[in-house]
């Protein structure tokens, strides 16, 4: 997509990637009422099949709302240290994860309590990446920069607290103001500020999707109206 490739464009049109986000939503809040903060939410974890089943995967980093279960089912478990990279997740001073796809508190210091609003901001971050085919922040330039440097996390934290909305960089046509609104708020620095939940993300997103569709099949309906009153004047 991010390339335009003509094929994939036609496939996979804005209004079928957010109907796929909004499945993944509704797999988060399902997780989310059971007290599971899946803590690593990022494109790489979804699976789609050939009829837009989609599958979030790879729980390892998964907490009890409020605990801090880092070494269980991480990658610690396999044998990775301090400042070592695995399958694109980081592990430093206690922060495991995808730092694009991270909240601001979590690349401050992983040993927080794991908290539904850290699953909020990856979601936005994912769907921000949806809206306009780009990650909400970008790797530094340096080429001697690892995401094992301390320095890459202050970076990416920098481009967080600068975010522009996702209309500024988007794609494919205009955006309804209501992205902007609902991936915003998933995003924002203050956790108190977010959505409190993904069930709650879930709930703005349906409205906003079932909005965007009633005003498609209004317009339908006032062209057909056109189109057959100016055949009956013909």
């Not at 879930?202 to 309906?221: G, H, I, N, P, T």
Request: aromatic content about 6%; some cysteine.
């Amino acid at each position: 997509l991010a390339d335009e490739d003509e094929e994939t464009v036609r496939r996979y049109p804005r209004a079928r990637l957010l109907n796929i986000f909004r499945t993944i939503c509704g797999a988060v809040a399902h997780a989310h009422k059971q007290d599971i903060v899946h803590r690593d939410i990022k494109p790489d974890q979804v699976l789609l099949g050939d009829h837009d089943e989609v599958l979030l995967i790879d729980w390892g980093l998964a907490a009890q709302m409020g605990q801090q279960r880092m070494e269980q089912g991480g990658i610690s478990t396999l044998g990775a240290s301090a400042n070592t990279i695995r399958s694109g997740q980081t592990v430093l001073d206690g922060f495991h994860g995808a730092p694009r796809y991270q909240p601001p508190e979590r690349l401050e210091t992983g040993r927080i309590p794991a908290h539904f609003t850290q699953d909020v901001f990856s979601l936005g971050a994912m769907l921000y990446h949806v809206l306009t085919l780009r990650p909400p922040v970008d790797p530094p330039r340096d080429p001697g920069m690892s995401a094992t440097d301390p320095a890459y996390l202050v970076f990416i934290r920098r481009q967080i607290s600068r975010l522009v909305p996702p209309s500024k960089r988007t794609w494919s046509g205009g955006l309804d103001p209501v992205w902007d609104e609902i991936c915003m708020r998933c995003l924002a620095v203050s956790p108190a500020e977010r959505y409190p939940d993904a069930g709650a993300l879930f709930d703005a997103v349906e409205r906003a999707m079932s909005e965007q569709e009633k005003r498609l099949r209004d317009r339908e309906r006032a062209s057909r109206a056109l189109a057959d009153g100016a055949r009956a004047v013909h």
